[in-house]
């Protein structure tokens, strides 16, 4: 436990910001399943979701969750996922 003042008050920043960045990759994650699920099932209703998961995507990039180039790659590896369920439905 850090002994001074402003060690103390870092160190409580620091927590909320991990805190924070918890809840926008647990949104993340859930949102991620949530595609998958749909992508499985109607991937009209898919979509839709990918629109959502596009969106927290580049807000974790803009807040720093993860760099530019990762929401990039991650981004076109579902949009492949669901170009592919697409085909295999047609």
Not at 25 to 52: G, H, Q, Y
Not at 70 to 82: I, P, Q, W, Y
Request: aromatic share 4%; charged share 35%; net charge positive.
């Amino acid at each position: 436990m850090p002994q001074r003042k402003t060690s103390v008050q870092d160190m409580k920043k620091s927590h909320e910001r991990h805190m924070h960045n918890l809840d926008i990759k647990t949104d993340l994650r859930k949102t991620t399943r949530i595609f998958t699920d749909a992508l499985a099932a109607n991937p009209a209703e898919a979509k839709k979701s990918l629109d959502v998961l596009y969106k927290k995507i580049d807000k974790a990039a803009k807040r720093k969750i993860f760099g530019k180039n990762t929401a990039s790659h991650r981004k076109s590896k579902f949009a492949k996922l669901l170009t592919a369920s697409q085909a295999k439905k047609a």
